[in-house]
C-alpha cells in the first residue's frame, strides 16, 4: 500500500485521536483517514451521479 505525508491542523488531530486506539471506532490514525477518505468519495459520487457527471453516462 503506498504511503503518504499529509499536513493537517493540531485541532483536526486531536479531534480523529479521540476515535482511535482501544476505545475508539479505529485501530490506528491511517484506518481512520482511510475510512474518511472512503466516505468522502462515496459522497463525491453520489453527487456526480445525481448532476449525470458519472463516467459512462449518456
Known amino acids: 500500500m ?10 483536526l488531530l486531536e479531534d480523529l485521536d479521540e476515535h482511535v486506539g482501544d476505545d ?11 475510512a474518511s477518505v472512503r466516505k468522502t468519495l462515496d459522497i463525491l459520487d453520489e453527487i456526480d451521479e445525481r ?6 453516462e449518456d
Open 2 to 11: 503506498p504511503k503518504i505525508s499529509v499536513e493537517i491542523p493540531q485541532e
Open 24 to 34: 475508539g471506532k479505529f485501530v490506528n490514525r491511517s484506518d481512520a483517514i482511510r
Open 51 to 56: 448532476h449525470g457527471r458519472l463516467e459512462g
